[in-house]
Structure formats: C-alpha cells, structure tokens
C-alpha cells in the first residue's frame, strides 16, 4: 500500500513544520506533496521553501507563493518576507507547478492549493454543493489529462473529508496557521499507484507542537503583523473574525 504525506498551508512556522514532519517520519511514510503556501505570516519562510524543496516530491504553488514574485507595489510586509526569501527562493516559488494528478487504486486523483479555477479561487467547506461539485471540473488551469474523483487541496487552513455521488474532496488543512484547531494538520492519501482498482482512503492527522516558540521565533526576528499571527496561532480564529 502506497501512502502519500500531504502538507499544506506552512507559512514560515518552522516548529510546526518539524512536528508535521516528524510525525510523517515516525508513520514512516516516505512519500509527501506540499499543497503550497509555503510562505508569509510566519518568520521562517526562507527555511520552509529549503525544506519542502528538499522533503517533498513535489510542491505546488499557493496563493501566498505566487503573490510574493507577482504583487506589483507590495506594503511593508511583504517586502519583510521577500527579503527574507532573497531572489533563488523568489524564482523557485516562480517555477512551481499549480496541480498535479496521479492514479491511486483506479480513481484519479487531483491536488490544487484552492480551486480548478485558481489559486485565488476559494472553496469552503460550507459552499453550496455546486460550488464544491465544481472542484472536480478541469479548466485552462489545471489542463485535462483526466477527470479526478478524488481532489485534494488546502488554501483554506479548515480540514474535512467529503464524499458524495462517487466523489471525495477533502482538505488537507494547515500545518503553520490553522484555523479549526491549534494543532498542525496534514493530511494522509492512502492506496496502491496505478489504475488497478482498490481501496483507498484519506485521514487527517493533528499534531501537537511548541505554538510559544513559533510565536518566540517570530518575536525574535521583530516580524511584522507579530500580535495577529500571536493570536491566530493560540486560538485557531481567523484575524479580525471572532469565535
């Protein structure tokens, strides 16, 4: 049985990153796709892009990723970040593919960051059923290799599973800024690679880790937007929306 470690949504949290994969080494699972966002909100983006870069066979971009190169007049804060990343990193987040689709126990499986219209195109778990249903179409963006009936992404930083009508979606949530929990989440695509039919499956994983050193690390290198980042971190609640 193949099993394929699936993070997403890091942000520069360099602790929870280490426990996310730590607990992928200890399930000794060998194979991990980033699902993008590698970077911002967070201060340790130059170190999550080396690692991802590094640990995972594939990384995807994120909306986060792409507008570090793309933003035209980027506020004080990103320019914190995009200096912190320097112009290798830049180009490397530049290059990143914005989907990839496999073959597991017979159904095709598709990764995005958001949506098949966009990294900017965001889907919730609430949307109305057509909405969700349009997670499996193919567009311009993703290409039309095939026609998933397993999608997997992140962007939303909200884990969950779905299946209906022969489908499943599921979201992978965020390891470095969930917002459902305060514990990093990953998730785990399980089944044989091929068209051979068989079973195959989907689990989120919570994992527990140090939330004050990441909020420490970020102190430690004066980050913009620190009391924000402080507070999404400990609470799991989006900035400025309440509980």
């Not at 983006?45 to 792409?66: K, L, M, P």
């Not at 989440?185 to 994992?207: H, N, Q």
């Amino acid at each position: 049985m193949d099993r394929i470690g699936l993070i997403s949504d890091i942000h520069g949290n360099l602790p929870a990153l280490d426990a996310v994969l730590a607990d992928i080494e200890h399930r000794k699972i060998t194979r991990i796709i980033c699902l993008g966002d590698l970077v911002g909100k967070g201060p340790d983006s130059d170190r999550a892009v080396d690692i991802c870069a590094t640990r995972c066979e594939a990384v995807i971009q994120g909306n986060w990723d792409d507008s570090m190169v793309t933003v035209p007049h980027p506020g004080p804060t990103f320019r914190w970040h995009q200096e912190r990343l320097g112009p290798d990193r830049l180009g490397y987040l530049a290059s990143l593919p914005v989907c990839v689709d496999l073959s597991l126990s017979g159904h095709q499986v598709r990764l995005v960051h958001a949506s098949p219209r966009g990294v900017y195109h965001r889907i919730y778990q609430t949307d109305p059923i057509e909405k969700l249903e349009s997670m499996f179409e193919n567009t311009e963006f993703t290409g039309y290799e095939l026609t998933p009936d397993i999608v997997g992404y992140g962007d939303i930083h909200t884990a969950f599973i779905r299946s209906w009508r022969y489908k499943m979606l599921f979201n992978a949530g965020s390891v470095g800024n969930p917002l459902d929990m305060p514990l990093a989440c990953y998730a785990v695509l399980e089944g044989e690679l091929g068209d051979t039919r068989g079973p195959v499956s989907a689990t989120i994983v919570r994992v527990p880790y140090d939330i004050e050193r990441a909020i420490a690390d970020a102190v430690a290198v004066d980050m913009p937007e620190l009391e924000a980042y402080a507070e999404e971190l400990r609470t799991a609640v989006y900035r400025g929306r309440q509980a």
